[in-house]
């Protein structure tokens, strides 16, 4: 909500997004480093990403990896 072309263009701009985040992690890059610069190049194929880092300037990626094993070591 809130992307300036409406619900569809936010959920387009969303979608490349973590495409874009999900291959460079995949590919070993390091999200939290080269996070923005990563973005920038999805956003040269995507006129709503464009727009939407436009609007919103800043880029950050603050959070905890989610996909750490759960386990006990015994």
Known sequence: L???????A???ANRVAL???VQARNEGRELEKEGKDILV????????LKIAM????????EFDTVDKLDVQHR
């Open 2 to 8: 809130g992307h300036p072309w409406g619900n569809a």
């Open 10 to 12: 936010g959920a387009a």
């Open 19 to 21: 495409e874009a985040c």
């Open 41 to 48: 190049k999805a956003a040269q194929h995507s006129p709503e």
């Open 54 to 61: 436009e609007t919103w300037k800043e880029i950050k990626f």
